[in-house]
């Protein structure tokens, strides 16, 4: 029998990123947290960059939650499930997030899906 970490199985690693598509002179501000207590502290994302960060599943499965907020505006997403681990790990997922003026879309392993969310308004 043989055993392997899978890591060293060739096993890529998925990443969960945010890309900046407001406008130019718009920055974004994300930050994140898994259920398992990793943080992300507050990143800001200029227009056109990308915020990545590798997203590990481990034996017990993990959520990342994360907020996005429109520097300039105040306007927020706040997503509770940014990032969903299976019940199984998986290898090579990818979840693209892409801030847009009309809302916020994802892409699921490049492919594009239906989701789109509205921005929430911040109360001043």
Do not use: H
């Given at each position: 029998m043989c055993f392997g970490f899978k890591e060293s199985s060739g096993c890529a690693p998925n990443i969960l990123s945010f890309k900046n598509q407001l406008a130019a002179n718009r920055v974004i501000s994300v930050s994140c947290e898994s259920n398992l207590n990793e943080k992300k502290g507050l990143v800001n994302v200029k227009f056109n960059d990308v915020y990545s960060f590798p997203?590990?599943?481990?034996?017990?499965?993990?959520?990342?939650?994360?907020?996005?907020?429109?520097?300039?505006?105040?306007?927020?997403?706040?997503?509770?499930?940014?990032?969903?681990?299976?019940?199984?790990?998986?290898?090579?997922?990818?979840?693209?997030?892409?801030?847009?003026?009309?809302?916020?879309?994802?892409?699921?392993?490049?492919?594009?899906?239906?989701?789109?969310?509205?921005?929430t308004v911040a109360k001043v």
């Open positions: 997203v590990v599943e481990a034996s017990r499965r993990i959520v990342w939650r994360c907020k996005i907020t429109d520097a300039k505006t105040g306007s927020f997403f706040m997503l509770d499930r940014a990032y969903r681990g299976a019940y199984n790990p998986r290898c090579g997922q990818t979840r693209e997030y892409i801030v847009g003026l009309t809302g916020l879309s994802l892409l699921r392993n490049k492919a594009p899906t239906n989701k789109i969310v509205p921005w």
